[in-house]
């Protein structure tokens, strides 16, 4: 099955720095890679997503890279502010399931 | 507003005793998830159904059941079989399985033992 892994774990950035987060996966027919953010307490919820047939994506501060051949996807979120500190997961779906990476704790600190 | 419910916020159970999380969503969606979340660990995958009265085993199914008689409703029992049943339980859907479009979540159940 598919194997996702993230890293870093924990990220502590300074407000208005940028924050990375980087995924891999295993199986090449992985085509749908969505990027999550999950407050204390709360559910995931949808911040941005890029499909196999896109390299890059970018929505306001965020942006969505993907390299195919490598098997690599990474977040990027730049002019960082407080309200991003939040968990962030990325996942990989190929048909009808999603396979989650283990989280990254983002703090920034004011 | 349309989106998942999850009930009860908070649930405790005593040894021995089965426990049923509720999930509701009014979004059309055909399928519906539930995954379990445990400290530094990503979403592990429960049970999951594409359609009404169908349902599949996840990656860790054992000590859990589940049921689909409607399509707005996939509730979620824990059995006491379940040994470790501490976690946070997040129920999700999408408008269809296979259809990669992002799942939808609640806002979980944290299920502790008495």
């Known amino acids: 099955g598919e194997n996702v892994e993230q890293h870093p774990s924990t990220l502590s950035v300074q407000e208005g720095d940028s924050a990375v987060i980087k995924c891999t996966y295993s199986?090449?027919?992985?085509?749908?890679f969505p990027w999550y953010k999950q407050e204390l307490g709360k559910g995931p919820q949808l911040i941005i997503d890029?499909?196999?047939?896109?390299g890059e994506k970018k929505d306001q501060r965020i942006a969505v890279t993907l390299n195919k051949t490598a098997k690599h996807f990474s977040l990027h979120i730049t002019e960082t502010q407080p309200e991003d500190s939040a968990v962030y997961f990325c996942?990989?779906?190929?048909?009808?399931?999603?396979?989650f990476g283990t989280g990254t704790s983002l703090t920034v600190i004011p | 507003d349309g989106g998942i419910t999850q009930s009860p916020k908070y649930l405790f159970r005593k040894e021995g005793q089965n426990v049923t999380l509720s999930c509701e969503q009014n979004?059309?969606?055909?399928?519906m998830y539930w995954y379990r979340q445990d400290p530094g660990q990503g979403l592990r995958l429960i049970y999951y159904?594409?359609?009404?009265?169908?349902?599949q085993k996840g990656d860790i199914a054992e000590g859990y059941s589940v049921s689909r008689e409607k399509k707005e409703s996939f509730p979620l029992t824990v059995t006491s079989a379940q040994k470790n049943p501490t976690a946070f339980y997040l129920c999700?859907?999408?408008?269809?399985?296979?259809?990669?479009?992002?799942?939808?979540f609640g806002d979980g159940t944290r299920l502790s033992i008495l």
């Open positions: 199986d090449s027919a992985s085509n749908y």
């Open positions: 999700a859907s999408s408008i269809f399985a296979g259809s990669n479009q992002p799942q939808h």
């Open positions: 890029i499909r196999s047939n896109v």
């Open positions: 979004l059309n969606h055909d399928a």
């Open positions: 159904s594409q359609i009404v009265n169908d349902f």
């Open positions: 996942a990989a779906s190929e048909r009808d399931q999603f396979y």
